[in-house]
């Protein structure tokens, strides 16, 4: 098999499969990063939700040191048990048990705002209870809500909010009783004076302060909820960042996607530089698939893929292509480093300490051994991504012919491994002595197809 160019593919021939592929994994990924977000906020809004519960606890004794108090303490319990329920119940998505205990959090709220403590000594006009300025507390609920929910879902705190103060202070300017004496009282006292009259008529409801705390409450609801939608579209973003990230690494080593995410289009200028390439194979497979089920062979051919690349990224190389039952790594690329060929032979002596472990699994399991070769080969290729639509990431040369061929040449010499003499030569370059060469068996004058003349391999048995 000839092969004088590889590439790098990062999608698929067909745009409408490349459509649907990109689209069903940024899907993936946004639901498993809003799923990983909710948890995570309903844990924060909860703790954030006691946090405030407790001051709250703390605080009503001192500013209303009275019986009456008992009441709100008893209520915020409720608040207490109904963030432990939205923690066990909360997942992404619409979720009417959610939207349910949200609009129980509320309706709790109007109830205590809005209804004197039954253990409150005094007996006022119900509109008085407007002049402790609760309103404020449906902030904490707002501000919570922000932490767990969606911009919908925080608009719909807003709205809900409005429409239960609205009914709650319609239904108490409709069933409060007047009280004439204190009216007649204020009159005497503030003649000429309507407008204090009407602020301290202990019956009045002061409709421009209701006004006031709902439009307010109703804008403030709006900007969260603007400030939660761009929130979760950054955070949509990141998935999709992160999914591109998830794509290179299957392709390339962790510290090279590293540093390919640190850098704007780091593979578009076509280059010429030396790297190491490797090509490891399955010797016989066609023998051994003869016969077989499919799904034995490709349980097979996976697992062996899934060796081999492990070994690849382990040093720092990258996945150019499967080949059927084999592949073609490179290393060096798309950055060269100051080891490309003391990585390939590392890595190709590795795949052979794998395949060694694997095969004594397979013994044990009553199945024949697998044999690979590998034919490693180190010298100048050009490399660049291709294309418009699709990318592509070529490496292009007579050095990946050489890598392939001596991996062919692995049959007839009856070895494991075939490496070339620039490769070894380079090691050397590398470092002065390096281990990985120890064991390797100098052969000179070995003829490799479609090349001139003879040149001299280093093998491993």
């Given amino acids: 098999m000839s092969v004088a160019t590889s590439s790098n593919t990062f999608g698929f021939r067909d745009r409408n499969e490349v459509r649907m592929a990109e689209a069903a994994a940024s899907n993936l990924f946004a639901e498993q990063a809003l799923e990983q977000n909710k948890r995570e906020s309903l844990d924060l809004a909860i703790k954030a939700r006691w946090v405030a519960l407790a001051i709250v606890a703390v605080m009503l004794p001192v500013i209303n040191p009275s019986w009456g108090v008992l009441y709100y303490e008893v209520m915020l319990i409720g608040f ?94 409709w069933f409060s009783d007047a009280r004439p004496d204190l009216t007649a009282a204020l009159k005497t006292a503030f003649a000429g004076n309507p407008e204090l009259i ?99 062979v490709i349980e097979t051919l996976r697992v062996f893929h899934s060796l081999m690349e492990t070994e690849v990224f382990a040093h ?20 060269a480093s100051d080891n490309d060929a003391g990585n390939a032979l590392r890595c190709a ?60 040449l692995t049959r007839p010499l009856d070895v494991a491994l075939a490496a070339s003499d620039d490769l070894v030569m380079r090691i050397r370059a590398e470092t002065a002595s390096d281990p990985v060469l120890e064991g390797l068996e100098q052969r000179p004058g070995q003829t490799i197809r479609g090349m001139d003349g003879t040149m001299t391999v280093w093998t491993l048995d």
């Fill in 316 to 335: 720092s190389g990258t996945l150019d292509k499967y080949l059927g039952d084999g592949l073609m790594a490179t290393f060096g690329t798309p950055l």
């Fill in 198 to 296: 009407g602020m301290l008529d202990p019956a009045s409801i002061q409709f421009g302060l209701r006004i006031q705390e709902v439009v307010i409450f109703l804008i403030v609801a709006f900007i969260l909820a603007q400030t939660v939608r761009r929130s979760n579209q950054l955070l949509v973003s990141h998935a999709a960042v992160e999914r591109e990230r998830a794509n290179l690494a299957r392709y390339f080593s962790p510290n090279v996607v590293e540093e390919l995410s640190h850098n704007d289009e780091p593979l578009k200028r076509v280059r010429t530089q030396d790297v190491a390439v490797l090509f490891v194979d399955i010797v016989g497979f066609t023998e051994f698939s003869a016969g077989r089920p499919p799904q034995d």
């Fill in 80 to 173: 207490a048990l109904i963030g432990w329920v939205q923690r066990r119940i909360g997942r992404v998505g619409q979720s009417r048990a959610e939207l349910a205990l949200i609009f129980c959090d509320l309706a709790l709220m109007a109830v205590i705002c809005l209804v004197p403590s039954p253990f409150a000594p005094d007996s006022w006009p119900a509109p008085m209870q407007l002049r402790f300025n609760n309103f404020p507390y449906f902030f904490i609920l707002l501000a919570v809500g922000t932490l767990a929910y969606s911009w919908r879902t925080i608009f719909a705190i807003g709205t809900w909010t409005v429409g239960l103060w609205t009914v709650g202070v319609g239904v108490m300017w």
């Fill in 349 to 408: 002596r590795r795949m052979l300490e794998a395949m060694a472990a694997w095969n004594a699994e397979r013994t044990k399991a009553g199945d024949p051994e697998i044999r690979i070769g590998t034919g490693l080969h180190y010298g100048p290729v050009v490399l660049g991504d291709i294309g418009s639509n699709r990318l592509e990431f070529a490496v292009i040369g007579n050095t990946v012919n050489i890598a392939n061929r001596l991996e062919a």
